[in-house]
């Protein structure tokens, strides 16, 4: 294994004042090191992890991370900052600023090394040491000093305990028993990276929990692999805290325990309070009774600073939505493995192709007509699951395991009754309910074992099947079909209407709850596809791609506009336009947004209104350009993205150049150095 960090990789007078400027910085390192391939790649993927969440921690740390295409081996580049930059944090800027790098497919071993820095940032004399160190070579020994565990003190720790205790008991006259029965917590930890909020909020609770006198027990479900608590250590512990920001595997393991639920910031910024509020809850007899789902009341922190655990403590609302997207994001693989097979094969047999005979019957292996057949049929049968997987993985975001086969059945019923998309939600809403519901009534031990695989899919499965067949498949069914002749009727300003409103809501929070549901009821119009539905999905995917595509252009056009990291976020911003990565523009609105949101929401209202327009169809759920030779209408369509681009790019290099002075002079040099100054 190569080193993960070098003297090359260390800085420790890191001049940048933003938290871009520092990742570029220390980025720069890394790929002069060979480490990092691309730069504006890398870099990209770095903005991505932090605009889920911030990555600066109390105590003056920022720990940047991410998995990336771009990195070929685990790396750790290190600066220091005399001034501070804003990571986030709470308590102020950051001063230790870690750039954490890891392959998108690391080995166990090097993510365990990454795990073991993270544990460390814990520990005061290593920060101090690192804050006080002046030579990089010895900085950078000091950080790998954590790739080894260190075993003589933890046995010399493990012998002194029969002593320690012994000399308790004859303290205390002999009265006592040699050793009493501490709280017991098991806890489970995670982040949406899995590389280092994991480690340091397991190791945070750790620490917490010895100067407690509380026997802490964490499962790190991180990218360096998932083991397991041992189920005894479960069955012996008297709470459970979850610090997690992606969801819990495995949940019923908890079954029946206090439970506090959190964010991950949580376990690493007030693992003490974590700790009191377990034991608090254990002397109340304040226990999760559901299964493996049950929402635990939490902290009482709903919110999403990473002191709260998101969607189980959010608004319904809120938690509707994460419902639904679970769903939708598993079956967006098919809608595009389905929609691009169909396309294909209109591409090569036109679409007269969809009436053919079966394949299985009827297939010559030198006719075209006979693959493009092949293509449509076999793209037909994963079209089949959208509806059943839709309603499947929305009851499996309720309720987990136990709904998926209520979740299923009812989907399939949606379909029998021409219920479609919309009975798929219904079925999937009322399959992880009743799962829910059946989960809450209590039973005896015996039958504890029995019920998430036999007891509750079947009782959740004949309730859903006689909802969805008997009381509400029908009712939904004729809305469906209203609502797919109103898609199909549209035409001239109504079509127009739709396209504003959709390229509104891709535009104005750029990969945020307006953007999904938008993109959410497009995908949904695929698991039926008429030629209204194909005319929306069109118009969401054009929409979505110009906020990054019009900053790349803002950039090149009027580069004194910007700032130098701007400039060359820029150039990523090309390719992640393209590619539909509307995310590829929250960089430009984050620094600007009274600027840059209204500039990309109006060239998206253009790009939807003439897409819908133009009549551009579109069968799968993504690909941004590299999909137009399988759109309807594609000149049109490519059109309809250059007009919203040029109008974006028109209004954002309008609404920049009225002010007196480009950023740069508010600190920011040009690319050479000096300082640039544009008039209004």
Not at 6 to 19: I, P, R
Not at 546 to 572: D, I, S, W
Not at 621 to 641: D, K, R, T
Request: aromatic share 6%; with cysteine; proline share 5%.
């Amino acid at each position: 294994m190569s080193e993960l960090i070098t003297a090359e990789l260390v800085d420790l007078d890191l001049s940048a004042t933003t938290k871009d400027a520092a990742a570029r910085s220390l980025a720069e390192r890394m790929v002069a090191a060979h480490r990092v391939t691309d730069l504006d790649g890398f870099l990209a993927d770095v903005a991505a992890r932090e605009a889920q969440m911030p990555t600066g921690l109390d105590g003056g740390i920022g720990i940047p991370h991410c998995r990336s295409e771009h990195v070929n081996a685990p790396t750790l580049a290190f600066g220091r900052s005399g001034a501070g930059i804003d990571f986030g944090a709470a308590d102020g800027p950051a001063d230790l600023i870690f750039l954490i790098a890891a392959p998108a497919g690391a080995d166990d071993d090097h993510l365990t090394i990454l795990s073991g820095l993270a544990r460390r940032l814990m520990d005061p004399e290593f920060t101090a040491a690192l804050r006080a160190g002046t030579d990089p070579r010895a900085v950078a020994a000091l950080i790998r000093g954590g790739e080894a565990p260190e075993e003589p003190e933890q046995e010399q720790a493990e012998t002194e305990k029969p002593e320690q205790a012994e000399t308790g008991t004859e303290a205390a006259g002999g009265t006592e028993a040699a050793e009493s029965v501490p709280f017991r917590i098991v806890a489970v930890t995670s982040c949406p990276t899995g590389i280092a909020h994991t480690y340091m909020a397991a190791e945070s609770l750790a620490a917490a929990g010895r100067a407690e006198g509380v026997e802490v027990t964490v499962e790190t479900q991180g990218s360096a692999g998932f083991k397991k608590l041992d189920p005894a250590v479960v069955a012996a512990a008297d709470a459970v805290i979850w610090a997690h920001d992606v969801e819990v595997r495995e949940k019923a393991r908890f079954r029946g325990k206090p439970l506090v639920d959190v964010g991950v910031k949580a376990g690493i910024n007030r693992p003490a309070e974590l700790i009191a509020e377990a034991r608090r809850k254990a002397e109340r007899g304040e226990i999760a009774t559901a299964t493996d789902s049950d929402k635990a009341s939490g902290s009482g922190d709903g919110d999403r600073d990473g002191n709260g655990s998101g969607a189980d403590h959010a608004h319904f609302g809120v938690r509707l939505r994460t419902y639904l997207m679970s769903g939708v994001s598993y079956m967006v693989p098919f809608v595009a493995a389905g929609g691009l097979l169909i396309a294909l094969s209109f591409a090569i047999g036109g679409y007269e192709i969809a009436s053919a005979k079966s394949v299985a019957d009827h297939f010559v292996w030198g006719e075209a007509d006979s693959w493009a057949a092949l293509l449509n049929q076999i793209g037909s049968a994963a079209f089949g699951f959208l509806v059943p997987v839709l309603a499947g993985y929305i009851a499996y975001g309720m309720a987990d395991r136990p709904a998926l086969v209520p979740g299923f059945v009812g989907g399939a019923i949606a379909l029998t009754v021409n219920a479609g998309f919309l009975g798929g939600l219904v079925a999937g809403l009322l399959a992880g309910a009743v799962v829910m519901a059946v989960q809450r009534v209590p039973v005896h031990a015996t039958l504890r074992g029995i019920m998430p695989v036999l007891v509750i899919p079947l009782i959740a499965s004949a309730v859903v099947g006689f909802l969805m067949f008997i009381v509400v498949g029908k009712p939904i069914a004729s809305l469906q079909n209203a609502l797919t002749d109103w898609l199909n009727g549209l035409s001239g300003s109504n079509a127009v209407i739709l396209g504003v409103v959709l390229g509104l809501m891709m535009c104005f929070d750029m990969g945020g709850p307006l953007n999904k549901v938008a993109y959410a009821f497009a995908v949904g119009g695929l698991a039926d596809p008429t030629p209204g539905s194909l005319k929306v999905m069109a118009a969401v995917m054009a929409a979505g791609m110009v906020p990054p595509l019009a900053m790349a252009l803002a950039t090149t056009v009027r580069r004194r506009l910007f700032t130098k990291t701007e400039r060359e976020n820029g150039r990523a911003a090309w390719v992640l336009g393209a590619s539909f990565i509307t995310e590829g523009a929250i960089p430009f609105a984050a620094a600007d947004p009274l600027r840059v949101i209204p500039s990309v929401m109006a060239g998206g209202a253009v790009t939807g209104a003439l897409s819908m327009a133009f009549g551009a169809t579109l069968r799968a759920p993504h690909g941004g350009v590299f999909v137009v030779p399988l759109i309807g209408e594609p000149f049109l369509y490519l059109l309809a993205i250059a007009a919203g681009t040029l109008v974006a790019t028109a209004l954002v290099v309008l609404l920049k150049g009225a002010r007196r002075t480009a950023p740069e002079t508010a600190g920011d040099a040009g690319a050479d150095g000096s300082r640039v100054t544009v008039a209004a």
